[in-house]
């Protein structure tokens, strides 16, 4: 019997927890199901022949908002070149609709619908018992599933339920498998909020994993120094012994490479855990704060608990420490957020300059709560995943489109980090950091730059343009936005409009033949010559005369920027 679970992810960096942790699972019964892992990149031809060629006798495939369409494209095709081949489906895609995807796939034999841990496994060990020809369990006796019986008719068994979540096998023994990729991690499963977007909300049945247990495979991890490891934990800190063991554990385990990131809570943080937060090592921790509105009429209509002054100011000091990478969320189309009242959102949020800002879009969930609340609000959504916002009684799709222009401008020249002191200048120019992201998109409709596949120093052009029409010609942006370019990283081409760096190539010359013997700035470079050291750092000569020198040997750990040294004009000669 040949079982394969398969999963189509966003990108090649991601993995499937749920596809590793239910192989692990069918092991312990003595099955043993093969993976195969696809990305949404990935060609449909690709996916089919390597399902062909694997000649299985059952395929199980996860879904998700992501990859439903080309799940069902997918399976459709697989089906027609391999008529006896079983087809599962499974997760938070399709539990909540199982019936009708049924009826509308005649081809499926059935749904594995919420944890699937057990159910996997019992169904495994069905289709096992079938080619052995020996007894055990039938469909109509395992929990969790809707099927179609002998006769074609659909059965819906009962919901499984909740499992202790200690008992849930460890996926990750063969790290190989996962090398460059980011390892998912669980330590506890359902959420107290009632968010009513979300389906995290329907599960109630708050779990969480054994500390002990925890501890020793997070001490795998980190004995592995594996590069990331992302928790799924719907909020984290919920429970605060659970969060400030598991921090404390990671804090006196640090091996200087592993970075963990949470989904948390922000005004349930305490001063204990805050001071704990504020003594980790720079980089080996990522925090993912949820707020999605600063409106009270919004956040109380979608049944979320929130106080964002004590968010406010838990971001804000967490921010004074310098070593904690945050990411906040705002997220589009909620009910009574008209686009006045997003936009006040937006420059609450913008205010506590978090590493990076989501602009997400309201993603109407089969099974939500918002679903049944479409009518009301007047919620118009895509019919096809990922069932985006179109419109509702306070947000016209004009303006939601307005909103995704806003969106791309916050992605390319805020999210990425590469533009940092530019756009700081710019939004206290502006007094407005909506008007001024929104006026940027203006400028890219205006100007035809929308639908082009922009290069990174296309992107200074553009915005050195935008600045030239708009910004305060009294500000040496000029000199931002080349000290932005080099922070990353020691570019060959410059834009347009950077002056010429053979204008003081012999002040170039100089500082690093000195640099070479005093050893002033550049730290680490001993065994180099100053020929070398040049190559290696760049010195920029500002509109003033002074100069900067960025030293890429040396970086800071929440954006990877060069270490920047700023040296008067006499220092260089």
């Known amino acids: ?210 500390l002990d247990l925890v501890k020793k495979e997070l001490a795998f991890f980190l004995e592995q120094k594996v590069p990331q490891v992302k928790f799924v934990d719907r909020t984290f800190n919920c429970r605060k012994d659970h969060a400030m063991a598991i921090w404390k554990f990671i804090a006196e385990h640090d091996n200087g490479v592993t970075n963990f990131h949470f989904e948390i809570a922000a005004d349930l943080i305490t001063e204990e855990e805050l001071k704990l937060l504020n003594t980790l090592r720079p980089g080996l921790v990522q925090l993912e704060i949820g707020v999605q509105s600063t409106n009270p009429q919004t956040i109380e209509a979608i049944h979320r608990k929130m106080d964002f002054g004590r968010v406010t100011e838990i971001v804000n000091r967490i921010a004074k420490g310098r070593n904690i990478h945050q990411h906040l969320d705002l ?109 940027l998109a203006a400028f890219y409709e205006e100007e035809g730059l929308n639908g082009v596949s922009h290069n990174r120093l296309a992107r200074y052009e553009i915005l050195y343009l935008f600045i030239q029409k708009w910004g305060n010609k009294e500000i040496s942006y000029q000199d931002l936005l080349i000290y932005d370019l080099y922070l990353r990283e020691n570019v060959k081409s410059r834009p347009s409009f950077a002056p010429d760096p053979s204008e003081w190539k012999n002040e170039t010359k100089q500082f690093f033949m000195r640099e070479a013997k005093e050893r002033r700035y550049l730290k680490g470079y001993e065994a180099y010559d100053s020929r070398q050291m040049a190559k290696m750092a760049h010195l920029e000569r500002m509109e003033d005369g002074s100069f900067v020198l960025f030293d890429y040997k040396n970086r800071d750990a929440l954006f990877g920027n060069a270490a920047a040294f700023s040296i008067s004009q006499d220092e260089i000669q």
């Open 331 to 439: 997220i589009a189309g909620l009910p009574y957020e008209d686009i006045k009242s997003f936009h006040r959102s937006f420059n609450d949020v913008y205010k506590m300059e978090p590493e990076q800002l989501q602009l997400g879009f309201l993603k109407v969930l089969k099974g939500s709560y918002m679903e049944e609340m479409k009518q009301k609000y007047g919620l118009l959504s895509q019919s096809k995943p990922p069932y985006e916002v179109l419109r509702t009684n306070w947000l016209s799709y004009e303006e939601v489109i307005r909103l995704k222009g806003v969106e791309e401008m916050v992605e390319v020249y805020y999210n990425s980090g590469q533009f940092r002191r530019t756009m700081k200048c710019l939004s206290q120019e502006w007094g407005d950091a909506f008007d001024l992201y929104d006026r």
């Open 1 to 210: 019997m040949k079982i394969i679970l398969t999963a189509v992810n966003a990108k090649y960096i991601h993995s499937n927890l749920a596809v590793y942790t239910l192989q692990a699972s069918a092991e312990k019964a003595g099955v043993f199901p093969e993976i195969r892992e696809f990305t949404i990149n990935q060609s449909k031809d690709s996916m089919l022949r390597s399902l062909f060629l694997a000649h299985a006798d059952v395929v199980c495939v996860s879904c998700y908002i992501w990859n439903i369409s080309i799940v069902e494209d997918l399976i459709t095709e697989y089906h027609k070149i391999s008529p006896e081949t079983k087809i599962w489906l499974g997760g938070p895609e399709v539990s909540y609709h199982a019936e009708e995807m049924l009826e509308q796939y005649p081809f499926l034999d059935g749904i594995m619908k919420g944890e699937g841990e057990i159910t996997f496994r019992e169904l495994a060990v069905y289709y096992q018992n079938q080619e052995n020809g020996t007894e055990g369990k039938t469909l109509e006796e395992i929990h969790g599933i809707t099927y179609r019986d002998a006769e074609g008719a659909i059965k819906s068994n009962p919901w499984r339920p909740a499992m202790d979540l200690s008992e849930v096998d460890f996926p990750y023994a063969n790290l190989k498998k996962f090398e460059n990729r980011i390892i998912y991690y669980e330590s506890s499963r359902g959420c107290p909020f009632s968010c009513s977007y979300c389906l995290s909300s329907i599960d109630k049945r708050l779990r969480f994993r054994n």
